[in-house]
């Protein structure tokens, strides 16, 4: 079995964050991979496909 890459990107540089969600949303279509994003920003959230709350140890879906 191939293993799947990795990789870790943490930008708090506002205009710098929609470019890297923007290639991240590029990548994960073309190359028909998820995407896990982690963030405390509402707005990045928003252009996410699917967003979950984790809170008290359970992860539920939620709308933004």
């Known amino acids: 079995a ?6 870790c ?3 708090r540089d506002k205009d710098n964050s929609a470019i890297v969600i ?3 949303r590029e990548l994960a279509h ?3 991979r998820a995407v ?3 963030t405390h920003d509402p707005d990045v959230a ?5 967003t979950f709350l984790l ?3 359970s992860l539920t879906p ?3």
């Open 2 to 7: 191939r293993r799947q890459r990795q990789m």
């Open 9 to 11: 990107i943490r930008d």
């Open 22 to 24: 923007h290639c991240l």
């Open 30 to 32: 073309e190359l028909q």
């Open 36 to 38: 896990v994003i982690v």
């Open 46 to 50: 928003r252009q996410c496909d699917r």
């Open 55 to 57: 809170a008290d140890g």
């Open 62 to 64: 939620c709308a933004l």
